[in-house]
């Protein structure tokens, strides 16, 4: 089997098992295609996105097997709030739906559940089944799996602004002291390393206001695949050409 990813180029990529190289850390996917997924299939929207679960699913297995440390996945947006309301509440009740049944799975294979986002604005709902998925994987210590939820990367920067001006006029932290690290530091990634790979299935290249900040340095991988069929050899061949890429973070090879 063979598949396409993008870039400044496209290339056929043949699919293995393992990759060859040192696993990226830092995981960071855009789970999108859902909805033209299901279009090819007659069927509604929400029955791409049920089928966008499955393939979260079985992404959290590939990435834990595959000794990932921190997965985080693109699961709403700020922005997604404007889709039809009954697509919203579907998209709301899938935390719940998915935490149901995998959480014992999770907790079973030492996988700590974070969340990335706005916690205002989500239906009470779905704060109490992240809140509960959060509490009892607390003290795991295997892969973090980070669900960015009601999250925007622009957003993110103006409440980081907003905390640090406000530590500044009350003079917990002096104008000099502003650095990166105080912004990382205010955004909801505080604590996680900047992902080194981010992977956008469904063949679009753009980054839509996911993790702006934190991508500075990520190597970007673009998959003609919708995310529902996205399976454990794309994520293979994503880590494949991150292994290949050349990283210098703006420095030279000597
Ligand atoms: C974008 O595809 C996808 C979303 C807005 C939702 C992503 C959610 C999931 C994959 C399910 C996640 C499950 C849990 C448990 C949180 P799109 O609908 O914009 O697709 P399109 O561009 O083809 O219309």
Same mark, same amino acid.
Request: overall charge neutral.
């Given at each position: +089997?063979?598949?396409?990813? $993008?870039g400044?180029f496209?290339k056929?990529?043949?699919?293995?098992?393992?990759?060859s190289?040192?696993?990226? =850390?830092h995981?960071?996917i !855009?789970?999108?295609?859902?909805?033209?997924?299901?279009a090819?299939r007659? %069927?509604?929207r *929400?029955?791409?996105?049920?089928?966008?679960?499955?393939a979260l699913?079985?992404?959290i297995?590939?990435?834990?097997?595959?000794? !990932?440390a921190?997965?985080?996945?693109? &699961?709403?947006? *700020?922005?997604?709030?404007?889709?039809?309301s =009954?697509?919203?509440?579907?998209? +709301?009740? %899938?935390?719940n739906?998915?935490l149901? *049944?995998?959480l014992?799975?999770? #907790?079973e294979?030492?996988?700590?559940v974070?969340?990335?986002?706005?916690?205002?604005g989500?239906?009470?709902?779905?704060?109490?089944? #992240?809140d509960d998925?959060?509490? $009892? *994987? &607390?003290?795991?210590?295997?892969?973090?799996?980070?669900?960015a %939820?009601?999250y925007?990367?622009?957003?993110?920067?103006v409440?980081?602004?907003?905390? !640090?001006?406000?530590e500044?006029?009350q003079?917990?932290?002096t104008?000099?002291?502003?650095?990166e690290?105080?912004v990382?530091q205010?955004?909801y990634t505080a604590?996680?390393?900047?992902?080194d790979l981010l992977i956008?299935?469904?063949g679009?290249?753009?980054l839509?206001n996911?993790?702006?900040?934190q991508?500075a340095?990520?190597?970007?991988?673009? #998959?003609?695949?919708?995310?529902?069929?996205?399976?454990?050899?794309? %994520?293979? &061949? &994503?880590?494949?050409?991150?292994?290949?890429r050349? =990283?210098?973070?703006?420095? #030279? $090879?000597?």
């Amino acid at each position: +089997m063979s598949f396409s990813l $993008k870039g400044l180029f496209t290339k056929k990529v043949s699919t293995k098992e393992e990759p060859s190289g040192e696993v990226p =850390r830092h995981v960071a996917i !855009i789970m999108d295609g859902n909805g033209r997924w299901a279009a090819h299939r007659g %069927l509604p929207r *929400t029955a791409g996105h049920h089928a966008g679960m499955v393939a979260l699913r079985r992404t959290i297995r590939s990435a834990n097997d595959l000794g !990932i440390a921190v997965l985080t996945v693109y &699961a709403f947006s *700020t922005e997604n709030w404007n889709r039809p309301s =009954r697509e919203v509440d579907f998209l +709301m009740r %899938l935390p719940n739906e998915f935490l149901r *049944t995998d959480l014992p799975e999770l #907790i079973e294979k030492n996988v700590r559940v974070t969340m990335s986002g706005f916690r205002e604005g989500l239906p009470k709902h779905t704060k109490d089944a #992240i809140d509960d998925a959060i509490s $009892k *994987t &607390a003290t795991n210590t295997g892969m973090v799996l980070n669900f960015a %939820l009601n999250y925007g990367s622009r957003a993110e920067i103006v409440k980081a602004v907003r905390e !640090i001006a406000e530590e500044v006029s009350q003079k917990q932290l002096t104008f000099d002291e502003i650095d990166e690290v105080t912004v990382s530091q205010h955004l909801y990634t505080a604590g996680l390393p900047d992902p080194d790979l981010l992977i956008r299935p469904s063949g679009e290249i753009r980054l839509s206001n996911f993790l702006l900040w934190q991508l500075a340095y990520a190597e970007l991988c673009f #998959i003609d695949v919708y995310w529902p069929d996205f399976k454990h050899e794309h %994520l293979v &061949a &994503a880590i494949e050409v991150y292994c290949k890429r050349d =990283r210098r973070f703006g420095g #030279i $090879k000597l």
